[in-house]
């Protein structure tokens, strides 16, 4: 349908007289409406007047249908200006949508969309009388109604959100102004309010805006406002006033959001640091901060401060308050145990990690001299709490702690626990707990908890600290003649490197016990699954991972093995990615190292053996992956074909009847994700740009993906080098592309760095040309296309007596800013005196850098940066690091400014070269030498 007006009408004739309410019927007339209105706004309003019409004028309860959820579909195809304007192009749609439409947050949706969108069209006064239609809806600014209140609200919101924003500060403040003159005393006070907490205008009277913040519960407002009020007050009155509040207040009432917005980067500046001064020492205030599972932000800094200044007793009292209100469900996930986490993980920290708070102030730093404290207080913690109800959870995750950084659980002991020091491993602990779960009679492991995450934390330590995954594997394979796998003997190389997570993986795989704990108790533990039968495969006992297969295969009669997200589906996922580790097409990856076509054909026998006890659905989101571990499998054409058939019923809007229900969409957006790199494999990037084609064609009503996603999925589903070609071939869905509204810069850049690592100098300016045409000149874009030796004419800086030096070319990483860059150069020795070559000068953009990465950095007389020269003809590199960019934020390098000494061994001047001066060429996107 798209842009062409017939097709539009067409289609409104065939549903415009259709009764029923269903929602692809209302989808079909938000595309319809959202379609015509790019052409003809007047044609758009008299079809949306005709279904009003003849719906709504009998029945005023329609509007919820015909006009409210309409005008919801319409901002999602629309900018709020283009909706308001269609809605209002017949004023009575408003006043019918307010008041028989629904209530509630589609109710509030309306509103923020028509002011806003008469805002930014300059239209105070729709605006106003918007406003005025939802006040009548309530039964006018004096009724009483909790709902007046809302639309003042929302209202402040809206403004706030304008004026902060900036482009429509003035028509903001206008209208702001307007409601400010309300007759009714509260709704002036309640915008009073909200102006001078968030800086529109300067208080007169602090103590009637308390007030009117008490009064209306208007928390965020009362809490921003004690720090708007700061130097009117001492901190202790503000404290006076802050407990007030809490006491007048229900507790739903007490708590504004957790994050502070337009907090400062230096905590003593921060108001975050003036509300932990206010909370710290009140007993009444941290009470109702921690008592309670959730630990927020400023409670979070209360905790550092806690430990900065050493005060256990505020410490553990107040934790435990918290903890004791955490259930034991929770607690593995709670807000109490991710907060000390962070200390407690950066206390094993070595010199070479660390980790910071969001004002960039060290946990280790803070830990580290205050281990045996903070474990004191722990240990506290964990008596104080006894009894509570996720106590056998927190008293493990304690014990852990204290046992890894004390190698002792005295201290916890001297509180009257009894606990011994854990000496078994980490692998036995798990075995023990698996066994304890299936004496326990459970069907399903349903979640991890504290006990089970810690095991598992102390497994990968185990892995990541002694092993190293340069291994060999050696197995013997044999495959009966009806392609069911047999047998298979193997033995692992002999080594010096043991790979410690698959030895392990591969010893809990022998056991029943884990394997039934795992494939028939634990339907989310794919991976683990999944990394089991391949612990077997490669270890060559293949008879094992097919007693697994079938294990797994088992659990088809569990209730609600065909749900979306059942048993099945999970099986799904485990043969999933066993077919991605042992991909065909994934050669180069580090987990294909010493995997052989023999060892594939095993997995490939697995799969299918798996197949059949799949859902359909599940067997059918697993044919896509199937070409990977299947290279016979001979479906292309098939696929190929309902690709095509899926990119049609995909690109059409209206859908189809009898089309593109919610499932099948998403079928197909699924399936199109994955196509981009299977079609690259398939060297058929004629049908890539066949089905990109068709969504260029409807790139405004596309959905629900829309394709500005279209193009990254492309992007990063197909080689750099298949991308090059689509864009040479298809040069016009790239132009669709830049046409769009929301397209971002980084976008951009995205495509512009998967192209410019494959393509020539003259394909990537072809394209950056077209963005330039499309977009307007994209600062840094030519830092994207990856200059070599091949595609980079090699220049002369320098022609001595000593010495040639040429550039060869320039790297950049980063863009938009730049991360990094090095500068390749060529030099040819023409003399025995010289040594090194150094830099007397070196500036980009006018800026000097004084830190290189060479290959010498010279400490004698001379220049500090330059290189050695070793042999006649070498070839050096000048690496800038990011410290250069970090400091001086560049989006592309204009000018290089160069200036060369050649010397001896002495560090005595052979030669001195005037500035060289290298700048980009801005036609050719190519550095020239001037």
């Not at 639309?151 to 702001?176: H, P, T, W």
């Not at 790979?499 to 494939?519: I, K, M, P, T, W």
Request: contains cysteine; hydrophobic residues 35%; negative net charge.
């Amino acid at each position: 349908m798209g842009n062409n007006m017939n097709k539009i009408i067409e289609r409104f004739n065939k549903i415009k007289d259709h009764k029923p309410k269903a929602t692809k019927k209302l989808n079909e007339i938000g595309d319809i409406l959202a379609s015509a209105y790019k052409i003809d706004p007047e044609a758009a309003d008299q079809m949306w007047q005709y279904i009003v019409d003849l719906n709504v004028t009998d029945d005023k309860t329609n509007a919820k249908f015909y006009i409210a959820q309409v005008f919801n579909k319409l901002i999602d195809r629309m900018s709020s200006e283009d909706a308001t304007t269609l809605i209002a192009m017949t004023p009575e749609r408003v006043k019918l949508m307010v008041f028989f439409g629904y209530e509630g947050g589609t109710l509030w949706r309306c509103f923020n969309t028509l002011v806003r969108g008469f805002i930014k069209m300059g239209d105070i006064e729709n605006a106003i009388v918007c406003t005025n239609i939802f006040f009548e809806k309530f039964g006018g600014v004096f009724s009483g109604n909790l709902e007046i209140m809302d639309i003042v609200r929302y209202a402040a919101n809206i403004c706030n959100e304008l004026i902060s924003e900036g482009e429509y500060e003035e028509e903001a403040k206008e209208y702001y102004d307007y409601l400010s003159q309300s007759e009714n005393e509260d709704i002036c006070n309640l915008l009073n309010l909200f102006k001078v907490v968030n800086g529109v205008s300067i208080p007169e009277d602090y103590e009637q805006l308390f007030q009117i913040a008490l009064e209306y519960k208007c928390s965020v407002e009362y809490y921003n406002l004690l720090w708007v009020a700061k130097d009117s007050y001492s901190m202790d009155e503000l404290k006076e006033k802050w407990v007030h509040y809490i006491d007048a207040c229900d507790e739903t009432d007490i708590r504004p959001y957790d994050y502070l917005s337009e907090d400062e980067d230096d905590y003593i500046q921060s108001k975050t640091h003036f509300y932990v001064e206010l909370e710290k020492s009140s007993d009444e205030l941290l009470e109702c901060y921690f008592n309670r599972p959730n630990i927020h932000s400023v409670e979070s800094a209360i905790i550092w401060d806690w430990i900065e200044s050493e005060d256990w007793d505020r410490f553990v009292k107040y934790i435990s308050m918290s903890v004791m209100s955490t259930s034991d469900e929770s607690f593995n996930w709670s807000s109490v145990k991710r907060v000390l986490d962070d200390y407690m993980n950066s206390y094993f920290y070595d010199e070479w990690r660390d980790s910071t708070d969001r004002f960039g102030r060290s946990y280790k730093e803070m830990i580290k001299s205050r281990g045996k404290e903070f474990c004191n207080a722990l240990a506290r913690i964990s008596a104080i709490t006894t009894g509570c109800d996720c106590h056998e959870s927190l008293l493990e995750w304690i014990k852990d702690f204290i046992q890894k950084q004390s190698g002792s659980l005295e201290i916890l002991n001297e509180y009257g626990f009894e606990e011994s020091v854990e000496e078994r491993s980490a692998e036995m602990r798990l075995v023990d707990y698996i066994q304890d779960f299936l004496k326990s009679g459970k069907e399903i492991h349903t979640s991890h908890s504290t006990k089970y995450s810690l095991i598992w934390d102390a497994l990968r330590e185990e892995w990541y600290n002694n092993t190293n995954h340069n291994n060999t594997i050696t197995i013997n394979i044999s495959i009966n003649a009806d392609k069911t796998v047999t047998s298979a003997t193997g033995s692992s190389a002999k080594e010096e490197n043991v790979d410690e997570e698959l030895e392990q993986l591969y010893r809990l795989g022998l056991l029943d016990s884990v394997a039934e704990f795992y494939f028939k108790h634990c339907p989310n533990e794919y991976d683990m699954r999944k990394r089991m039968i391949s612990a077997c495969v490669k270890k060559g006992n293949v008879n094992r991972a097919v007693e697994m297969i079938d294990l797994m295969a088992s659990t088809k009669n569990n209730s609600g093995y065909n749900d979306r997200n059942g048993w099945g589906r999970q099986n799904m996922l485990t043969i999933m990615y066993l077919i991605h580790e042992y991909d065909y097409t994934a050669t180069d990856s580090w987990d294909a190292q010493g995997i052989t076509d023999e060892i594939r054909q095993v997995v490939k026998q697995l799969v299918y053996r798996m197949m059949p006890s799949l859902p359909d659905h599940s067997r059918e989101e697993l044919k896509k992956d199937i070409y990977r571990i299947d290279q016979d499998r001979d479906d292309s054409d098939e696929y190929i074909c309902q690709l095509l058939t899926d990119a049609e019923v995909y690109s059409t809007f209206p859908k189809p009847r009898g089309n593109g229900n919610a499932h099948e969409v998403n079928r197909m957006s699924d399936e199109f994700i994955h196509c981009f790199e299977r079609l690259s494999k398939m060297k058929r990037l004629d049908i890539v740009g066949q089905i990109m084609s068709k969504f260029a064609a409807v790139k405004e009503v596309l959905k629900p993906v829309t394709y500005e996603s279209w193009m990254s999925f492309m992007a990063s589903g197909l080689t750099s080098e298949d991308l090059v070609a689509v864009y040479k071939n298809n040069p016009e869905i790239f132009d669709a592309w830049l046409d769009m509204n929301n397209i971002r810069t980084y976008d951009i850049f995205n495509i512009a760095e998967r192209l410019g690592s494959s393509c020539t100098r003259d394909e990537f300016l072809s394209f950056r040309n077209r963005v330039i045409s499309h977009r307007g000149m994209v600062e840094g874009i030519d830092m994207a296309f990856k200059s070599n030796s091949d595609n980079t004419p090699t220049q002369l800086l320098f022609e001595g007596k000593h010495a040639t030096i040429k550039l060869d070319y320039i790297e950049f990483w980063g863009y938009n800013p730049i991360s990094g860059a090095t500068f390749h150069l060529l030099t040819k020795k023409k003399s025995g005196k010289l040594s090194s070559v150094r830099f007397l000068t070196f500036k980009i953009n006018d800026v000097d850098v004084n830190n290189i990465s060479t290959y010498t950095e010279f400490d004698d007389e001379g220049p500090k940066v330059g290189y050695n020269l070793w042999q006649n003809d070498s070839e050096d590199t000048l690496r800038i690091y990011s410290d250069f960019f970090n400091e001086n934020e560049m989006a592309q390098i204009n000018k290089v400014e160069l200036q060369i000494v050649l010397m001896d061994n002495n560090a005595n001047t052979l030669e001195t070269s005037k500035p060289i001066i290298l700048k980009l060429d801005m036609y050719s996107g190519e550095y020239k030498v001037i």
